[in-house]
């Protein structure tokens, strides 16, 4: 495994503060925003480091919200995610990481279509079991987790889009750490190199908590999704050139 200097690791930091903030403030972002960056800046920071920092952030945020969180609507998401989970690692097994980086590009993609047209499914149980297998395979193989969930969820208020998004991420990425450390996809390496984008992480996160009634949530939404092109442009022309 490469040695990654300090500059890209301060890059990769201020991916993952940015990524936060957004998260904190809708719910939902923060491998959206910082997963192409990561990779882009070293393929070694996703999964595995990018997914240790999501765990962190997920814990807080299900504290924060866990009042609002319904287990018996979570309840066939979470069951679906454990065969979601399973796929994605062997995606991880099976993909070179120029298919890897094709993969990443088509998740977020989907997350901004989901974003910019304001698609919504019926939040049934089938829907709900369907968006929790996609969500296993997409976030424990990029760590993108999060678009197939919005899109069954996405009609609901923010409220309680945020505690139940915050409730499915605390389980959902445990699951996908537990199912990276058993395929070998995070080794101690990869934690070492997620302590310095942990804290970065929390400061975005608490900042969101303290500033977000300063932002114009058009702005931040729009932002956002520019952000995530961009970077998705970047990661391939890095990856595939």
């Known amino acids: 495994m490469d040695h990654i200097d300090t500059f890209t690791l301060l890059l ?3 991916a993952c ?11 939902f972002g923060m491998a959206v925003v910082a997963a192409p ?4 800046l070293d393929p070694t920071l996703v999964p595995g480091p990018l ?16 009042k609002g969180i319904e287990l018996n609507l979570l309840a066939p998401a979470l069951l679906a995610r454990i065969p979601g989970s399973a ?17 990443i590009a088509i998740t977020i993609m989907l997350g901004v279509l989901v974003r910019l047209k304001d698609i919504a499914l019926p939040m049934t149980r089938a829907n709900m079991a369907l968006g929790g297998f996609l969500s296993g395979v997409m976030g424990t193989s990029t760590t993108i987790g999060g678009p197939p969930m919005v899109l069954v969820m996405h009609g609901a208020d923010m409220h309680r889009i945020r505690a139940n998004l915050a409730g ?17 996809f995070l080794t101690q390496t990869h934690l070492e190199l997620a302590l310095p984008l942990a804290p970065a992480a929390l400061l975005g996160n608490w900042l969101a908590v303290h500033t977000l009634h ?3 949530r058009p702005i931040m939404h ?6 995530c092109t961009l970077a998705v442009i970047g990661m391939l022309i890095n990856t595939l050139s």
Do not use: D, E
Not at 37 to 40: A, S, T, V
């Open 222 to 227: 729009y932002g956002s999704l520019s952000l």
């Open 51 to 66: 997914m240790v920092v999501l765990l962190v952030m997920c814990l807080v945020n299900g504290w924060r919200f866990r």
């Open 12 to 14: 990769a930091a201020l």
């Open 37 to 40: 960056i990561l990779f882009y």
């Open 168 to 184: 499915f991420f605390v389980v959902s990425t445990l699951m996908s750490v537990g199912a990276l450390a058993t395929g070998g």
């Open 214 to 216: 300063l932002v114009s």
């Open 87 to 103: 796929v994605g690692v062997w995606l991880l097994v099976v993909l070179p990481i120029k298919w890897l980086a094709v993969l």
């Open 17 to 27: 503060f940015t990524g936060a903030y957004v998260q904190t403030a809708i719910g």
